[in-house]
């Protein structure tokens, strides 16, 4: 079993689409929570922190239940530039990241 | 601000060659981390530095991985007699003491034929 796991995608939606992405983590010692997003042949970017509280950041809302070890990432009115994959990630002690295998997201017109 | 750079962008060797990847992390950045993306494959962590310390190397693949950083600056990811399956995108990440985001660099592409 992998340590975060994530929906396979890949996620195709119209412009202005409401879409959501979960992932589960297996280590429970896991300190940090992340989604980055990655567009083609590129590094990693982090796109927010996600806390237990929720946050929000524009079209993007993230959540985090740590008794359930589960994340997820809520886009609304998707735009053709959100188009990437979105990676879910924790941290461990160190600030070692262990990544999901991401969910690739395109956006049409 | 400069970000993090990595040398070569793009490295096509052979296999049983040695190849050093060099990372140079932001400014001020205590901490780095060595990541690898294979085909198809999501990111794995190889190895972690804190100053010039690795306290964790556990991701590295097997002995024919090493990696060292100096002066608490640059660091290099050696892999010895190279195999067909160490072809990936090795990427470097740094970032400050403590909590905080780190921030990858743009990643070196080892194609070994």
């Given at each position: 079993?992998?340590?975060?796991?994530?929906?396979?995608?890949?996620?195709?939606?119209?412009?202005?689409?409401?879409?959501?992405?979960?992932?589960?983590?297996?280590?429970?010692?896991?300190?940090?929570?992340?989604?980055?997003?990655?567009?083609?042949?590129?590094?990693?970017?982090?796109?927010?922190?996600?806390?237990?509280?929720?946050?929000?950041?524009?079209?993007?809302?993230?959540?985090?239940?740590?008794?359930?070890?589960?994340?997820?990432?809520?886009?609304?009115?998707?735009?053709?530039?959100?188009?990437?994959?979105?990676?879910?990630?924790?941290?461990?002690?160190?600030?070692?990241?262990?990544?999901?295998?991401?969910?690739?997201?395109?956006?049409?017109? | 601000?400069?970000?993090?750079?990595?040398?070569?962008?793009?490295?096509?060797?052979?296999?049983?060659?040695?190849?050093?990847?060099?990372?140079?992390?932001?400014?001020?950045?205590?901490?780095?981390?060595?990541?690898?993306?294979?085909?198809?494959?999501?990111?794995e962590f190889l190895i972690y530095f804190q100053g010039n310390s690795a306290p964790d190397?556990?991701?590295?693949?097997?002995?024919?991985?090493?990696?060292?950083?100096?002066?608490?600056?640059?660091?290099?990811?050696?892999?010895?007699?190279?195999?067909?399956?160490?072809?990936?995108?090795?990427?470097?990440?740094?970032?400050?003491?403590?909590?905080?985001?780190?921030?990858?660099?743009?990643?070196?592409?080892?194609?070994?034929?």
């Open positions: 079993r992998k340590e975060v796991e994530q929906d396979p995608g890949p996620f195709n939606v119209p412009e202005g689409a409401t879409v959501a992405f979960n992932c589960t983590y297996s280590n429970s010692a896991s300190q940090s929570f992340f989604w980055y997003r990655q567009d083609c042949r590129k590094e990693p970017k982090l796109l927010m922190s996600v806390y237990s509280s929720g946050n929000e950041d524009g079209r993007f809302t993230a959540q985090l239940n740590r008794a359930s070890q589960y994340i997820s990432l809520l886009i609304r009115d998707s735009k053709l530039s959100d188009s990437a994959t979105y990676l879910c990630v924790v941290g461990l002690q160190g600030g070692k990241l262990i990544f999901g295998q991401g969910t690739e997201l395109s956006v049409k017109p | 601000g400069a970000g993090v750079s990595q040398s070569p962008s793009n490295k096509v060797t052979e296999k049983g060659k040695d190849v050093e990847l060099r990372c140079d992390p932001i400014s001020g950045h205590t901490a780095l981390y060595w990541y690898r993306q294979s085909l198809g494959q999501g990111l190397k556990s991701g590295l693949p097997s002995d024919r991985f090493s990696a060292e950083r100096t002066g608490g600056s640059v660091s290099t990811l050696t892999i010895q007699r190279t195999q067909q399956e160490d072809s990936a995108v090795y990427l470097c990440a740094s970032k400050e003491f403590g909590a905080g985001t780190q921030y990858f660099g743009p990643g070196t592409r080892l194609t070994v034929l």
